[in-house]
């Protein structure tokens, strides 16, 4: 049964991304007309999928996997649909690259606010021994995402909104420039989904930018799996204190997201590319630094995992930038009169998923390779340990450099180094 769950949930999870995609752009209802449409119908159900897997539907093997194909299914659902939706919102709120930069520095707060609600529920539920507090709190949680959610679907606002309205009411007037372009420069053409996605899959820089987008999700769920398991064996609890190692382990999922947003202005005035190809370089130089100086030094080890953590984080956080102006380009290249960012979105995530399977599908091959298993039981000792503790080195070390060279030589041939449009879309501040 487990299995069996576990292949429905892979199937749904690969195919909903285009899927969604689909509808987002080309489907011609009322939750898809306008991108905060999307979001405030939606936002109710997204709230509904959160709460459902803390509600048992029985006890019964069978009422125990039905609930999980369905708590997983909606949540993933709802959560692709709205992460759809919100990601365009970025694209399409605005074509200044600053607003991009700003909107992503917001971001990085709502998102290290967001990891404020696992201390909230530690305390409400009595570190998980009051569960009844602990479904009372997930339910205000919910009602506040709701809440913030339908406040977007409301006010987030962007000039093609323009479009959709003033095509069901000729009274709407919208910005001059706007629509001569939209109506002059922009002649509707129809062509099915399957070409539009060609046409992005096939697009140069849309190759460079999945392909070391690739490599970052596979960097990131290496870090994300991996650093407290290597880091409990590679560092001994009598050289580091318990307390400074579960600082650390805070720090892992902070720091980039205060590189974020206090180097913003840096990425400013350098541009998000030289900054993304920066953080490339730093984890070659980094990594081969930290194999040279050798294991000896647990501070420094953790120091470089800190460091090695915090800066993919931070520029995979500036992914959507590049994106946003892949989806602009896409729609001056082929003269289309509304961009099909989620198209572009949904592409992206078709080739970049796989990495979240198959990076820790790697290193447990190359440490089980090396007898993890038999570490895993106790079953190693003397020089065996030693040879697996030196393979968890290198891989800590070699990770990073063997994929920033691949991203180095991919990003380097992504060619959109600034915003595509010659000038940028104003929104009202008088909501339509």
Known sequence: MVSFRQFLFLIWN??????????????????????????????????????IPWFQ????????????????????TMFTFIGLAMCCLFTEISTDQKDRLLLTKYA????????????????????????????????????????????TGLNAHTVWDFREHKAQDDNVEMPQKVEQDIEQNHPQVKEPFWLKTWQILSERNFIAFVLTNFFQEFHKTYLSNFTAILCDFLIPTTRVPLTV????????????????????????????FRIIRCSFVFKICSGLLMFLIGPSNPWLLMLFILLDT?????????????????????REKYNRKHPISSTVYGANALVVKPANSLSPMLVVAILNHFGYEKLKDGLLSGEELEIIKDVMFKVV???????????????????????????EYRVPTTPI
Request: proline share 3%.
């Open 57 to 76: 539907f029985g006890s019964s093997d069978w009422a125990t996997g039905l609930h999980l194909i369905i708590a997983l299914s909606l949540y993933d």
């Open 245 to 272: 190692r579960s600082t650390f382990y805070g720090f892992t999922g902070t720091l980039g997201g205060f590189m974020v947003i206090f180097g913003a202005p840096i990425v400013g005035r350098f541009g998000y």
């Open 14 to 51: 690969a195919v909903n991304d285009p899927l969604f995609a689909l509808f987002q752009d080309n489907a011609k209802f009322t939750i898809t007309r306008t991108r905060r449409e999307s979001i405030l119908y939606t936002a109710p159900f997204l709230a509904l999928s959160y709460m």
């Open 310 to 330: 915090s800066v993919t984080g931070a520029s995979y956080s500036l992914f959507n930038m590049p994106l946003s102006d892949i989806s602009d380009h896409d």
């Open 397 to 423: 070390c070699f990770y990073p450099v063997l994929l920033g060279m691949i991203q180095f030589v991919t990003w380097s041939r992504f060619t959109i180094r600034r915003s595509i449009l010659s000038y």
């Open 108 to 151: 990085q707060m709502a998102s290290m606010l967001g990891h404020c609600s696992i201390l909230v529920f530690e305390y409400t539920s009595s570190s998980l021994q009051n569960f009844l507090a602990f479904q009372i709190t997930a339910f205000f949680v919910a009602l506040c995402g709701m809440s913030l959610m339908i406040y």
